[in-house]
T-cell receptor
Framework: NAGVTQTPKFRVLKTGQSMTLLCAQD?????MYWYRQDPGMGLRLIHY???????AKGEVPDGYNVSRLKKQNFLLGLESAAPSQTSVYFC??????????????FGDGTRLSIL | SQQGEEDPQALSIQEGENATMNCSYK?????LQWYRQNSGRGLVHLIL?????REKHSGRLRVTLDTSKKSSSLLITASRAADTASYFC????????????FGPGTSLSVIP
């Protein structure tokens, strides 16, 4: 099993460009998450989804949009990239058991630089 | 503001010593989890402890939870150089159990 796969692994953008980060999971998990990680800040939740066709805002949603058209995929979009969005982006998936969150499974990250 | 916060921010110990990291949080939790992150990689789950549990063990790892103090600790016994990593606590709350929030992490260096 591949687990959680993020595409691409690295990307350099110019300010104002747009791009989409793709996350795919093969564990049939209901929940999927997008985080960004900056030095000294830990992981901050951008958006998440509790099922196909649903999305919700996390801690730092501004400047990002997401879509969950298929259960196994969760897309993160930057419509107009800004230097402040330079970061490492992590996708994770997980499930619940009787109302309790189960451990999340993480991809290896996308390193995004915006010049 | 972040729900959970680890302490210390950085810890350096000799191989064979024990390492203790603490996590404090602000609001009542449903679950608390600990994760490890090796440099340049994604996070790997270590232990999950529910709000009605006080202690859990997994190999050389021991996690305690004190809901009255809103704190948790992660103890790694007999540390190894391979334990060098960043360690994060993550919480979800009873009112927002689908949203998992991570703390800023503790950076652990184990010196051979």
């Amino acid at each position: 099993n591949a687990g959680v796969t993020q595409t691409p692994k690295f990307r350099v953008l110019k300010t104002g460009q747009s791009m989409t980060l793709l996350c795919a999971q093969d564990m049939n998990h209901e929940y999927m998450y997008w985080y960004r990680q900056d030095p000294g800040m830990g992981l901050r939740l951008i958006h998440y989804s509790v099922g196909e066709g649903t999305t919700a805002k996390g801690e730092v949603p501004d400047g990002y949009n997401v879509s969950r058209l298929k259960k196994q995929n969760f897309l993160l979009g930057l419509e107009s990239a800004a230097p402040s969005q330079t970061s490492v982006y992590f996708c994770a998936s997980g499930s619940t058991d009787r109302g309790y969150n189960q451990p999340q499974h993480f991809g290896d990250g996308t390193r995004l630089s915006i010049l | 503001s972040q729900q959970g916060e680890e302490d210390p921010q950085a810890l350096s110990i000799q191989e064979g010593e024990n390492a203790t990291m603490n996590c404090s949080y602000k609001t009542s939790i449903n679950n608390l989890q600990w994760y490890r992150q090796n440099s340049g990689r994604g996070l790997v789950h270590l232990i999950l402890i529910r709000s009605n549990e006080r202690e859990k063990h997994s190999g050389r790892l021991r996690v305690t939870l004190d809901t009255s103090k809103k704190s948790s600790s992660l103890l790694i016994t007999a540390s190894r150089a391979a334990d060098t990593a960043s360690y994060f606590c993550a919480t979800d709350t009873k009112t927002s159990y689908d949203k998992v929030i991570f703390g800023p992490g503790t950076s652990l260096s184990v010196i051979p």
